[in-house]
Each structure stands twice: as C-alpha cells, then as structure tokens.
C-alpha cells in the first residue's frame, strides 16, 4: 500500500535553533513529494516538492528538503527556526494510479520557542 | 494570478439538514479539483477528486456527493447531515492532465462544518 509517515506528533525546537521534520514514504515507482504548511484556522501552504534531479530541494521561508531514495525519506530542514515557523507541517506524495491524487501524512505540529 | 474561494468560512447545522459548499477558482482553466475534511486539526482525507467537468471520483464511501456544474466550480453537498460530517473542509486545485501529477495543490481557506 501506497503510504506516507510522519513520525513525530509533535517537534520542539528553541528559536535559532536547527529544525528537521521527518518524512518516510512508500510508494511504487519514482515519488512525487510535497511539503506543506498550515498555519491555525487556515488551508494548506505549498513550501516545496521533490519530483526529480538534485536530492536537496530548497523551498518557501527558508525550508528545505533532501530526498533519500535508499532510506526513502524526505526530511524538511531549516538551519535557524524563528517564533513564525511554528504551526502544523504536513508531508506528502502523489499517486499517478486512478488519478493525482495525494495522500497525505498526519502531520506534525513544530513549536519553536523564543 | 490564481486564487480559490470557499464559502462560507464557518456554518453550523443541525442533524439530518442539507449542505452546500461552494469552491471557486480563478485565473486557470481545466484545473484538477479536490475536496478535503481535517478532522482534530490534523490529517486530511481526501473525500472527492474531478478532472473535468461532470468528472467525479469519490474516494470514500459516506454521506456526502460532490458535482462540478462548471470548470472552475465545485461543490460539496449533503442532502441529510451526521454528527460525523464535523470538521474543517478544504477545497483545492492543481495543474491538469499528466503534468498534474507533478504539480502542488493549492488550497481554499476552508469551511469549518458543526453538525448539532
């Protein structure tokens, strides 16, 4: 089955701070992989996406990515978390079969602490 | 440039009512369409997707339908809402055809549903 996972409920980091949000996939064939952010009460942010080429994808605010094919994972990076960056991130990957559809993870909730 | 609409932002219903969400969007054509629920404020499911016109596919069997009357209108319906219908509902669109797949979605702000 198709899936996608994010491991951690929850990340805690102290402003200034490195920050990485984990992400690990399984799908048939190559993954189309996203990123997205949602901050309180609003839809779905578009912040960056693997589809093909270099491993490392830099995306919105200063986040980035790298895909590990071997490990299958798609770790969102930020080398220094601000206050702002605190709210839900959400990975994702696209399903070519019966349509584009996109499953996505749970979720993860970042708290970045001045 | 491109945006989408969802309306209303909030609506509270009472059991065994009838719904109607309305997703626009603007400053595309044929744009892949989806509707999602968030249930707690975390996972989404993806409820119904259409790639045309009168192109629905419906992903999980419940009490709610979706049409598409015209390119860039969609339409979340419910002729007898549950208690379970509760949650925010997001509308959202991408690039069309095969490079859809390759392409980000782009969300509504959503509706957030309470069903009484």
């Known amino acids: 089955a198709q899936s996608v996972a994010q491991p951690e409920d929850q990340v805690n980091v102290a402003e200034g701070n490195p920050l990485t949000v984990k992400c690990t996939y399984s799908?048939?064939?190559?993954?189309?992989l996203f990123w997205y952010v949602q901050y309180p009460n609003r839809g779905l942010q578009f912040l960056l996406k693997?589809?093909?080429?270099?491993?490392l994808v830099k995306g919105s605010y200063g986040f980035e990515a790298e895909f590990n094919k071997s490990q299958t994972s798609f770790h969102l990076k930020k080398p220094s978390a601000l206050v702002s960056d605190s709210a839900l991130y959400f990975c994702a990957v696209r399903v070519l079969k019966g349509g584009f559809k996109t499953i996505f993870g749970a979720g993860t909730r970042l708290f970045v602490k001045a | 440039s491109q945006t989408i609409h969802q309306w209303p932002a909030t609506l509270v219903q009472p059991v065994g009512s009838p719904l109607s969400l309305e997703c626009t969007v603007e400053g595309t054509s044929n744009p892949n369409l989806y509707w999602y629920r968030q249930a707690a404020g975390r996972g989404l499911q993806l409820l119904f997707y259409?790639?045309?016109?009168?192109?629905i596919s419906s992903e999980v069997p419940q009490n709610l339908s979706a049409s598409r009357p015209q390119d860039r209108q969609f339409i979340l319906s419910s002729k007898k809402l549950l208690l379970s219908d509760s949650g925010f509902y997001l509308c959202?669109?991408?690039?069309?055809?095969?490079?859809?797949?390759?392409?980000?979605?782009?969300f509504g702000p959503g509706t957030r549903l309470t069903v009484l």
């Open positions: 693997y589809i093909t080429g270099d491993n």
């Open positions: 959202a669109w991408s690039g069309q055809g095969v490079a859809g797949g390759r392409n980000e979605q782009f």
């Open positions: 799908v048939s064939g190559n993954p189309y």
């Open positions: 259409s790639v045309g016109i009168g192109q």
